[in-house]
């Protein structure tokens, strides 16, 4: 299996590749992908990591699972690739960001465009087996997302951290508050969109909180 992750991660997380719970991580994913149908593609488990350098890194939103469906994931949270009809979360996030800045909704849920601007669409668990949500929860990865979002914390400054629903939030307790910003609300999901998701204008408060520290905007 050969996965792309930029060098400044493969640097910035160097402790982490050695670590034991790592190694049994990588054994039962190698195993996973051989015997069962697992997305995203092997290639792209990382592909958070390698479209958005760790040095460019000015806004994390923070997904849980990928996708579970055929054709959906590619490695950045709630993104689908081009052609694939919107899940219901990502309808929700496109009507919140309409009603927030007034970007038209987009005719493509493939989040890249955000990636390259420097959102890091951050699953907690890279992987998942089909039709299975949850199904590889407990195995490491949440160990490893743990270690990205304290290396953010620690060695960046002033980057937004985006948090939606009580999973998010709670995995976020530990970032340093006092040298980034932290929004928090319901998720985007049907089940919780009204209860305070719509209407949180994250997205137009991380923009003003970017450009107040000298950094440019999200065009979301």
Request: one cysteine or more.
């Amino acid at each position: 299996m050969t996965v792309k992750i930029h060098p400044s991660w493969q640097a910035a997380l160097a402790a982490e590749w050695e670590k034991p719970y790592f190694e049994k991580l990588t054994e039962f994913v190698r195993g996973e992908y051989a015997q069962k149908r697992i997305f995203p593609p092997g290639s792209q488990i990382f592909a958070a990591f390698d479209a958005t350098p760790f040095d460019q890194v000015k806004v994390v939103i923070l997904g849980q699972d990928p996708y579970h469906e055929p054709g959906q994931a590619h490695g950045l949270c709630f993104s689908v690739n081009d052609g694939v009809p919107f899940p219901p979360s990502l309808q929700n996030i496109f009507k919140e960001i309409n009603a927030d800045t007034g970007a038209p909704i987009p005719t493509s849920g493939n989040l890249m465009r955000w990636a390259t601007q420097g959102v890091l669409l951050l699953n907690s668990t890279l992987t998942v087996e089909e039709h299975r949500a949850g199904s590889h929860q407990g195995h490491g990865w949440e160990e490893f997302t743990d270690a990205v979002i304290a290396h953010i914390s620690d060695h960046c400054e002033h980057v937004v951290f985006i948090l939606w629903g009580s999973f998010a939030i709670k995995k976020g307790a530990k970032i340093n508050r006092m040298k980034h910003l932290v929004l928090t609300s319901p998720h985007p999901s049907p089940l919780s969109a009204y209860r305070g998701f719509f209407g949180n204008h994250h997205f137009s408060l991380a923009n003003d909180y970017l450009s107040k520290h000298g950094k440019t905007p999200i065009v979301w």
